[in-house]
């Protein structure tokens, strides 16, 4: 089994209804109703193996030929329930995309661990991001400065908001996670407006965090003063 079929079968996907996908290794003139025969010039034995008692390649295999098929949502949803479901995480299938170089599915799939994964050092994501707030109409902000016991990306204080940005999406520990969700609460419950950017949309989706951040001042200039506690 492989493409869509692999997929159900590892539950990170849905099979095409009245369809099987296979793949084999020589070109084939057999035909059946109900199956799909992909015939590959290669298909390396350490790309296949045996999931309850059925021949399917493996995740990283599956995901390369899915993203041949499958639009981004869909394909991103894939990704996930395979790092869900503890078959491969995106660190490992980044790395495992080196083997399928030239590949049809590949740039794709790359494309997609890029956005999500994407990470500029906080030199380098203070100099991308200054000028966005400055088109945006907003002054300079204060960096990593410290509002309600926490240290924080990007701070206005006399609006009152607070930006953090983030880099891993996929791979985040529930502890992390927990700890995020606590200080957003926090900074919230004290007053403050909290907004969160990733790194990908810093670099390359300008215009979006520059539409974000100028209705988000737009509409804090008609409250008042400083909020939240520096500390």
Not at 210 to 215: G, W
């Amino acid at each position: 089994m492989s493409h869509r079929s692999a997929a159900a079968l590892w539950g990170i996907g849905k099979e095409q209804r009245g369809q099987i996908d296979v793949s084999v290794r020589s070109h084939s003139e057999h035909r059946r109703s109900g199956v799909r025969t992909r015939c590959r010039p290669t298909l390396p034995a350490g790309d296949v193996t045996v999931h309850n008692n059925i021949p399917v390649t493996r995740p990283a295999r599956t995901l390369v030929d899915l993203a041949t098929e499958l639009g981004g949502t869909a394909l991103e949803r894939a990704v996930n329930e395979a790092d869900k479901h503890d078959l491969i995480d995106p660190e490992t299938l980044r790395a495992a995309l080196d083997r399928f170089a030239g590949e049809p599915g590949v740039r794709t799939l790359r494309a997609l661990l890029d956005r999500h994964t994407f990470r500029l050092s906080d030199s380098n994501l203070e100099i991308a991001f200054r000028p966005i707030a400055t088109e945006a109409g907003l002054p300079q902000p204060l960096t990593k400065a410290w509002v309600n016991g926490y240290e924080v990306d990007f701070f206005w204080p006399g609006l009152g908001l607070v930006v953090e940005t983030d880099g891993l999406h996929y791979h985040r520990t529930a502890s992390e996670q927990a700890r995020d969700r606590q200080r957003d609460q926090t900074h919230v419950a004290s007053g403050l407006t909290q907004l969160r950017f990733t790194h990908w949309q810093v670099r390359y989706e300008r215009d979006y965090v520059r539409r974000v951040l100028s209705r988000t001042a737009k509409r804090l200039r008609t409250g008042s003063g400083s909020r939240g506690l520096r500390a």
